[in-house]
C-alpha cells in the first residue's frame, strides 16, 4: 500500500509476469535495524519473492541494499540438489555474509536436479525449522515454512514464510482462498504440539506472497476484494495485516498493472511502522517488502 517470548515467521511465494520500474524509495542499509528497548525488542522483517533468481546480478545488488532487514523470507527460490544432500542455490554465498543463519525448504521439482523452495534468512539464531503442506487446487504444491527466532534469551519469535496459488484459473475464486488460509492457520496453532508447548503465546509473523490482490491477474470477476476478505478472516484468528505506508501499496508489477500480492500479518506482536514496499528494486517483478515488528 505496508509477552510471548518467540517470533514466527512465514514466507508466500507467487507467480511473476515481467519487470517495470517504480518512483524511488530505497531503505537505509547501513546498520542493523535490530534493537533493544526496554524488555522489548524491535525487529525488521521482510519477505522478497525473487522470481527464480533470473536476473542475479541485480538480486546481488538488492540484498546488499537490505541487509538491515533481520529476518527474511524469500520465495521462488531455485535450489540445486544434485550434490546428494548439499542442497544450495545461487545466491547463498551472497546472502550467507548478511544472514548467516539460514533455513530451506524444497517444494516443486523444476528438472531433474533443481527444485522450486522457499528459504528464510536470519541475522538472530534459528532454533528449529519446518513446514506444512497448504491446501491447493492448481497443479502446484504450496507450503508454509516456518522457523523459530531466538532474538533473546529464552525469548523466541515464531516466522512463517508462505506461498498461496496463483489465480491463473478462472475457477479460483475466495472460497479455494478461504481453504488454503485456514489451512495456514490450522498449521501455526498446531505449534504447541509440534514445536513448543509456549508457542502458542509467542509473537508470529506471517510474510509471503499471498497472490491475494483487490482484482484478480487473470479473472476479475472471480476475486474482487481479495484483500478485504483475507484481511477479515485472518482478523477472525488474531492475525492483523500491517497497512502499507503512503503510495506504497502495490508489491508486484506487470504487463497487466500493478498489484498488493504480499502481505504481512502479525500475532500477538506491538506494531512500530507501517509496511514499507522498495521499488528501486529491479531483481524481480516483486519488490521486497519490511516492517519493524516489536516483541
Known amino acids: 500500500m505496508k509477552n510471548f517470548s518467540k517470533i514466527i515467521f512465514v514466507q508466500i511465494s507467487t507467480f511473476l509476469i515481467s519487470i517495470s520500474s517504480y518512483s524511488s524509495f530505497a531503505p537505509n542499509p547501513k546498520t542493523p535495524f535490530f534493537q533493544s528497548e526496554g524488555n522489548l525488542h524491535l525487529i525488521k522483517v521482510g519477505s522478497y519473492n525473487i522470481k527464480k533468481q533470473e536476473l542475479f546480478d541485480e538480486l546481488t545488488k538488492d540484498f546488499e541494499a537490505l541487509k538491515s532487514i533481520e529476518v527474511f523470507g524469500l520465495q521462488e527460490v ?10 544450495e ?5 551472497i546472502t550467507k555474509k548478511y544472514w548467516p543463519f539460514q533455513c530451506l525448504v524444497k517444494v516443486n521439482q523444476e528438472s ?3 527444485w522450486e523452495g522457499q528459504v528464510v534468512l536470519s541475522r538472530l539464531p534459528l532454533i528449529k525449522c519446518g513446514h506444512f503442506d497448504l491446501e491447493a ?15 533473546s534469551k529464552d525469548k523466541f519469535m515464531l516466522f512463517v514464510n508462505t506461498d ?15 481453504k488454503q488460509i485456514l489451512s495456514l492457520i490450522d498449521g501455526i496453532n498446531s505449534c504447541g504440539e509440534t514445536i513448543n508447548p509456549k508457542c502458542l503465546n509467542w509473537t508470529k509473523v506471517i510474510v509471503g506472497d499471498f497472490n491475494t490482490s483487490g482484482i484478480s491477474i487473470t479473472s476479475p470477476i472471480s476475486t474482487f476484494n481479495e484483500i478485504s476478505k483475507t484481511e477479515d478472516l485472518m482478523r477472525l484468528h ?9 503510495d506504497q501499496e502495490a508489491t508486484f508489477s506487470s504487463v497487466f498493472g500493478s498489484y498488493e500480492l504480499d502481505h504481512i500479518f502479525t500475532h500477538q506482536a506491538r506494531i512500530t511502522s507501517c509496511r514499507e514496499t522498495a521499488y528501486d528494486f529491479l531483481g524481480s517483478d516483486h519488490f521486497p517488502i519490511w516492517f519493524v515488528v516489536k516483541a
Request: overall charge positive.
Open 112 to 114: 531433474k536436479k533443481i
Open 238 to 246: 488474531k492475525f492483523d495485516r500491517i497497512q502499507p505506508c503512503p
Open 89 to 93: 542455490y545461487s545466491l547463498k554465498s
Open 164 to 178: 498461496h496459488e496463483t489465480n491463473t484459473n478462472l475457477t479460483l475464486g475466495f472460497p479455494d482462498r478461504r
Open 78 to 87: 531455485l535450489i540445486d540438489s544434485s550434490m546428494n544432500s548439499d542442497e
Open 137 to 151: 487446487t492448481g497443479t502446484k504444491k504450496r507450503v508454509a515454512q516456518w522457523a523459530v527466532v531466538e532474538f
